[in-house]
């Protein structure tokens, strides 16, 4: 059986964000910046609080099965909010999508190395 690697996004809302908590969030901008973000293990944070208070983090998970996503999906989003209720930040509006890599679409380059192969 072969393994399946899923993207999650879970998003969300900060919401009642104390005046030090935003002095903080903003002191750590750079490491949280959308050009920074990618999918990782343990999750990646990344916000814009200039232009508004969403957040996005994006975890990279695996399973055997198809159904596998549900509980990855689950425990990203369980991830997200220990992140958060860590720190004493509040949030709404949380939410999650994901993706199974081994059902997207070939992009060009992949469809091309794909047809070399069978030549």
Do not use: C
Not at 19 to 46: C, I, K
Not at 50 to 74: H, P, V, Y
Not at 87 to 108: F, I, T, V, W
Request: zero cysteines; hydrophobic letters at 35%.
């Amino acid at each position: 059986m072969s393994t399946r690697t899923f993207r999650i996004t879970v998003r969300g809302v900060f919401d009642g964000l104390s005046t030090d908590q935003r002095a903080q969030l903003l002191a750590r901008a750079a490491e949280h910046d959308v050009l920074r973000a990618a999918f990782t293990r343990e999750g990646h944070l990344s916000y814009d609080l200039t232009a508004r208070s969403a957040f996005t983090f994006r975890f990279l998970d695996s399973g055997e099965e198809e159904e596998d996503i549900l509980e990855a999906s689950e425990r990203a989003e369980e991830a997200a909010k220990a992140w958060l209720t860590g720190r004493g930040y509040g949030y709404k509006n949380l939410r999650s999508q994901a993706e199974d890599l081994s059902q997207a679409p070939l992009g060009k380059r992949q469809r091309r190395a794909a047809a070399q192969k069978n030549v």
